[in-house]
Nanobody
Framework: QVQLQESGPGLVKPSQTLSLTCTVS??????????WSWIRQPPGKGLEWIGR???????YYSPSLKSRPSISRDTAENQFTLQLRSVTPEDTAVYYC???????WGQGTQVTVSS
């Protein structure tokens, strides 16, 4: 069973860059046809897809976030990372990493943007 675990700071100041890492176990992030996403859920709102990195390394992002997110990977560590630039309090949310098509999700991590 593939497992995902998010890690990173729980508090980020406005205008800074949010950085989260997802560690994948019991599976390789380079396995064919696996797609690794970041999703978030602001308080009182629904899930929002942020972007994904594919097994090939190609990345795709939600147009609604413009050019703020960046997703990269470390194949040696079997991890992929989200960076979200220029955060505001509206970026406060529970952030999840997931392989959506396979139904594998991390437990989520709370990130609060506040001075």
């Amino acid at each position: 069973q593939v497992q995902l675990q998010e890690s990173g700071p729980g508090l980020v100041k406005p205008s800074q860059t949010l950085s989260l890492t997802c560690t994948v176990s019991n599976g390789s992030i380079t396995t064919n046809d696996y797609y690794w996403s970041w999703i978030r859920q602001p308080p009182g709102k629904g899930l929002e897809w942020i972007g994904r990195i594919e097994y090939s390394g190609k990345t795709y992002y939600s147009p609604s976030l413009k050019s703020r997110p960046s997703i990269s990977r470390d194949t040696a560590e079997n991890q992929f990372t989200l960076q979200l630039r220029s955060v505001t309090p509206e970026d406060t949310a529970v952030y999840y990493c997931a392989s959506l098509s396979r139904g594998h999700w991390g437990q989520g991590t709370q990130v609060t943007v506040s001075s």
